[in-house]
């Protein structure tokens, strides 16, 4: 990995954004399901979240459902105007709570007038398009009918920008035929890394990278490693994984989520966090599957 010069924000659709933001997701219920054990907390959260710089909160309205985006109403509208709010289309919640596809027109029709509701919005600044294709993860296949229909409501000028999540290369590609790409939304992390080259390309072009579940999935040797890692630097594992991922490449917008303020400002703390050539070297190994062992 080639450590990138670290700055503070970054260009999101025609929003410029702080690289540390705050993903919505877990303000819903156990499961994102349901309602969250704590209401006030959540509310606390997010307020938190803005007073402490926060200016990109991602959300989607399949998140309770609706849950989540009335929690992000009650708390922060009327929105300041520099917060840009990002959603997801492309899925729905059963009855139990299961992630179901909801890729058609209809159906993502309904979803941004939902967003819209719920969050009190007249426009939606940034629609991630959520790819059903594969349930766990990016899989091949044509999102050339979602893209349109989105792009359709966007001539309608109820969505400014349009983004993709859990998607491949060659769909990234296909969609910017039809379409400006704002963001690409995938999972990446220190233990998950097949999307290295996907993210220099999007640097390349300017498109922000926007990696979900930050830490998660390591190996018990892994996990000792990051936490070797972060005592050396003296911060907390996740905020030496937050810290790697922003220095990483430029174009890295982080959502870390969370219920908790205190966890909240340890999040928000990993962007003061410099982590020197040696300590990058022996995160990079996580993912390479060469951990350095000392």
């Known amino acids: 990995m080639k450590t990138s010069q670290s700055i503070r924000s ?13 993903g919505a997701m877990q303000l819903a219920g156990p499961g994102v399901f349901g309602p969250p054990r704590d209401r006030a907390a959540a509310l606390a959260v997010l307020r938190a979240a803005v007073e402490g710089g926060v200016n990109h909160i991602d959300t989607s309205d399949f998140y309770g459902p609706h849950v989540t985006n009335q929690i992000v109403r009650e708390a922060l509208h009327p929105y300041r105007d520099d917060l840009v709010i990002t959603t997801k289309v492309g899925a729905r919640r059963g009855a139990d709570g299961a992630w179901l596809p909801a890729m058609l027109q209809a159906e993502l029709t309904t979803a ?7 969050l009190g919005l007249d426009v939606l600044e940034v629609v991630n398009l959520r790819s059903m294709l594969g ?18 409501l ?8 349009i983004g993709l999540s859990n998607v ?3 769909q990234i590609e296909d969609g910017r035929r039809l379409c400006t790409i704002a963001c690409v939304q995938n999972m990446y992390n220190l233990a998950h890394r097949d999307d290295d080259a996907l993210v220099d390309s999007m640097a390349a072009v300017g498109i922000p990278y926007v990696p979900f579940f930050p830490l998660g999935g390591f190996s018990p040797l892994q996990s000792k490693t990051l936490d070797q890692v972060a005592a ?9 994984a937050l810290a790697w991922l922003l220095q990483r490449s430029p174009n890295i917008l982080l959502i870390p989520g969370t219920s908790s303020v205190a966890h909240l400002h340890q999040n928000l703390a990993a962007g003061d966090v410099r982590l020197s050539e040696d300590a990058v070297t022996r995160l990079d190994a996580i993912g390479s599957g060469d951990v350095v062992r000392r």
Do not use: C, K, W
């Not at 966007?154 to 920008?161: A, E, Y």
């Not at 050396?232 to 030496?240: K, L």
């Open 135 to 152: 349930t766990h993860g990016p899989e091949e296949g044509s999102l050339e009918a979602p893209l349109a229909a989105l792009a359709e």
């Open 232 to 240: 050396e630097v003296g911060v907390t594992p996740m905020q030496a």
């Open 154 to 161: 966007q001539q309608q000028g109820l969505i400014r920008h």
């Open 112 to 118: 941004v007038h939902d967003n819209l509701r719920n």
């Open 10 to 22: 970054y260009r999101l659709g025609d929003r410029v954004v702080g690289r540390l933001g705050f």
């Open 168 to 170: 491949t290369a060659r």
